[in-house]
């Protein structure tokens, strides 16, 4: 069962500062990293799915992807060399993972011994199918994407002349991977990575001082992670745990085209929320739609203008809830550094209203509530 401890553990990295030994013109941080990768991931494994390749198993992109993210909760320390070096040295590397894999052993061992021993094993497995190819690969697009924004405010930087040259011979090790020569050659979907790129820079409750800033991206991943914990504990079938996964990945996306509307602005004014949604239909088809292959669209439309509604094979009723979980945790973090709010305060009160003795596919979200009582 999802517990606490691990819901506070995943919000740690919204306060890891990445390249913070260079100018930085925006604050680039550990969860928006690993929320841009999972989104070039799924670009790269869509690709991977057109071409027809019958490895592909977008169960494993995901359990990477989130394996990895816990990874990086322990290792943040490292600097990307450090980290590549000992990864050099297999017997180093297996140390290096076994300890943080006992860092991070309590706060995860509620999710259950068969997630606890797959993560175990992806630490220590030599494997580099397709599915771990393709998260290596969006890891490394995510990490260029930020070193453009470091290397034009700072093209003559320390370090910069080394880091990219770097950057350039690592480019070459992912040629051999057809999804990824695809986005490289196509201005369309480089477009709609670096759109969804943007919403790094929209910060959630953007109106009231938080300690710890989350963006609007960040917050996708978080309830993606939880979404797809909760449907593993759910016992949901493959298709469902994967489309749960990428409808909280992709949710708020049209965000980028609205900025981020608190719910008392869209209950201001009656017809104002419905209103916002026809906009962001419009602009989605406008502007989205267009940068991706006929063949995603029926897709992310579903993850983007259907994604509160329980469909066959997805639970919204469960992605609704964990976004308000979501939600919840942020103005607990918010009271636990020291800052007090009157709209914070009822929105604390409300949710807590809202989800008092209340089950959603099969989770008891007033026992994952009670937690933080």
Known sequence: MIRKPFL????????????????????????????????????????????????????????????????????????????????EDWGQYIQLNEWAYEKIRQVIEPLGKDFCSRFRQYLTDKERN???????????????????????????GYEIDEIREDIRSKQGKYHDLESMRWLLSSPQLNDFVNICGQLRFQIRWSHLHRVPKTSVLGHMLIVAMISYLLSL???????????????????????????????PVKRAV??????????????????????????????????????????????????KAVDDLAAFIE???????????????????????TYNAKTIAGINFDQIYADFD
Request: hydrophobic fraction near 40%; include cysteine.
């Open 8 to 87: 506070l553990k995943i919000y740690e990295s919204a306060s890891m500062q990445r390249w913070n030994d260079q100018i930085r013109p925006v604050e680039l941080t550990e969860l928006d990293k690993q929320a841009h990768k999972m989104i070039i991931a799924y670009v790269l494994g869509k690709c991977e799915e057109q071409n027809k390749n019958k490895d592909l198993n977008w169960i494993e992109i995901i359990e990477a992807g989130l394996f990895e993210y816990l990874q990086r909760t322990i290792l943040t320390d490292l600097k990307p060399p450090l980290f590549h070096r000992i990864k």
């Open 130 to 156: 397709v599915n771990r190819r393709i998260i290596s690969a969006a890891h490394f697009y995510a990490t260029k994407w930020e070193f453009d924004i470091i290397e034009r405010a700072n093209p003559n």
């Open 331 to 353: 103005v607990y973090l918010a009271f636990k550094n020291g800052i007090q709010n009157e709209d914070l305060e009822g929105a604390k009160f409300s949710l807590l209203e």
């Open 233 to 263: 504990e759910a016992g949901a079938s493959p298709a469902r745990c994967i489309n749960n996964y990428f409808t909280a990945l992709f949710h708020d996306l049209p965000e980028v085209l609205t900025r981020d509307v608190i719910n």
């Open 270 to 319: 009656e017809g104002l929320k419905e209103l916002i949604q026809d906009y962001e239909r419009q602009e989605m088809q406008r502007r989205i739609y267009k940068l991706l292959p006929k063949e995603w669209h029926e897709q992310m439309k579903m993850f983007t203008e259907n994604e509160f509604t329980n469909l066959p094979n997805r639970d919204g009723g469960l992605i």
